[in-house]
């Protein structure tokens, strides 16, 4: 079993940035791609970004592109979520989830606040 803990999150003006990590743990840990959701309050969850654990390509929902950037840290098994330019409509609860083989989304993170305020 995989465990995802999300940390990072909280309250900022719009504007400014914060960066979000998803530590994975558990079973030895092999992923095909891991990625970011979130869900805003009365909404639906929705796909922000995903890269690929070999780390040769990602993708972000289009309203984020040029904001925020994923990463990741094989040695230490955690992806990141650099959001910049932060916008009242980013606010939501930010999920990390782990595409274990290529099948979909099998293990979910508890999710992170964030807020951002006008």
């Known amino acids: 079993q995989v465990q995802l803990v999300e940390s990072g999150g909280g309250l900022v003006q719009a504007g400014g940035s914060l960066r979000l990590s998803c530590a994975a743990s558990?079973?030895?840990?092999?992923?095909?791609?891991m990625a970011w959701f979130r869900q805003a309050p009365g909404k639906e969850r929705e796909f922000v970004a995903r890269?690929?654990?070999?780390?040769?390509?990602?993708y972000y929902t289009g309203s984020v592109k040029g904001r925020f950037t994923i990463s990741r840290d094989s040695a230490k098994n955690t992806v990141f979520l650099q959001m910049n330019s932060l916008k009242p409509e980013d606010t939501g609860v930010y999920y990390c989830?782990?595409?274990?083989?290529?099948?979909?989304?099998?293990?979910w993170g508890q999710g992170t606040q964030v807020t951002v305020s006008s």
């Open positions: 890269i690929a654990w070999s780390g040769s390509s990602t």
């Open positions: 558990g079973r030895p840990f092999r992923s095909y791609a």
């Open positions: 989830a782990d595409d274990s083989v290529g099948m979909g989304y099998d293990f």
